[in-house]
């Protein structure tokens, strides 16, 4: 599948996407499952309820699930309310992502949602990441707690991508804003994608690197989305053409981070990260291209953790950066 139609779709996008949208996500385009999603795996373990307004996502001892959009995005604001799975949840992985690794197998791009659950008594955990071109060897992840329980109620979570930025969202405050740069080149996702929202078995990986596993006795886990929005510009893989949405709604939509935004996810980031690429004195002995550095930030995450964003000596090897690929949340469980 070739891509050299691909300026002309971002200029496309980029314009009619900026026509389209403005400042608040109080009207948001919501669709039906049927309209924008089709089931990806796990048979029965996915449920379609409320009249095709809420998905159920469930993982057993058997597999996992999850569902993908029917259509290809350049660029759009993608979003889901999701009540995450309470109680016993370590090894649990709930992801709400955008990936062409179907396409693109050795240079995919993806954008990431993961929900890590926990043992009982500990929180979830949000990790963002974004490849761009296969640089699956950097790793842009960051780490959170919430201001919330994620399992007690629905919450906002959302994705804006566009040709120049991607900004991570969290009930409408932004929580990561990450900005395209020239030196980056290929490493900014700038591929068609499609939007999955999975769950499945991360044990290896996923609670305190794989200390704690997924117990099913405590199966089945479920995962509940709802307020789905896939609002964007939609790429025909045949035909090579752009059909950017004009929902009735879309004025709800956001265009980057106001002003008010900026305070509140300065705030959030200050409080609640607790890992960011951009500070790991152990992977990066000088920080990526793209980051720019907050004494702030900087100074907090070294006071949570000295030997990874200070000088300190780490006494194992702990990998941040995840082994497995977007792929891997799609058949580890089928």
């Not at 906002?156 to 969290?170: A, C, G, N």
């Not at 044990?203 to 896939?230: H, M, Q």
Request: proline share 4%.
């Amino acid at each position: 599948m070739g891509f050299s139609y691909l300026g002309c779709l971002v200029m496309v996008c980029c314009l009619q996407l900026g026509v389209l949208v403005s400042g608040s996500t109080k009207n948001l385009p919501i669709i039906h499952f049927d309209e924008g999603y089709t089931h990806l795996f796990g048979e029965d373990n996915l449920v379609v309820v409320r009249d095709g307004k809420s998905v159920h996502l469930s993982l057993d001892e058997r597999t996992g699930s999850g569902f993908v959009s029917q259509d290809l995005y350049l660029h759009g604001f993608f979003s889901a309310s999701i009540k995450l799975p309470a109680d016993y949840t370590a090894g649990v992985v709930v992801a709400f992502y955008m990936s062409n690794g179907d396409m693109f197998e050795k240079n995919h791009d993806e954008i990431d949602f993961e929900f890590l659950g926990n043992i009982r008594g500990k929180d979830w955990r949000i990790q963002t990441n974004i490849y761009g071109n296969g640089s699956t060897n950097v790793g842009r992840e960051e780490r959170y707690n919430l201001w919330f329980d994620p399992a007690e109620d629905y919450h906002q979570y959302s994705i804006l991508w566009t040709d120049s930025q991607i900004i991570f969202y969290v009930d409408n405050v932004p929580i990561r804003e990450f900005k395209r740069t020239e030196s980056m080149g290929g490493d900014f996702p700038s591929k068609p994608m499609t939007l999955y929202a999975t769950i499945w078995d991360g044990s290896d990986w996923a609670t305190n690197g794989g200390k704690y596993r997924v117990n099913y006795k405590y199966a089945p886990y479920i995962a509940e989305f709802s307020d789905l929005v896939l609002h964007g510009c939609a790429v025909d893989p045949i035909e090579h053409m752009a059909r950017c949405d004009n929902a009735e709604g879309s004025e709800g939509i956001p265009t980057g981070v106001t002003r008010v935004q900026r305070i509140k996810m300065e705030g959030f980031r200050k409080k609640h990260m607790t890992y960011s690429y951009c500070y790991d004195h152990i992977r990066y002995k000088v920080p990526p291209s793209e980051c720019v550095i907050n004494p702030q930030e900087a100074e907090r995450l070294r006071t949570f953790d000295p030997v990874t964003f200070g000088n300190g000596r780490r006494h194992h090897s702990k990998r941040h950066h995840h082994s497995r690929i977007s792929q891997a949340k799609v058949t580890s469980t089928i």
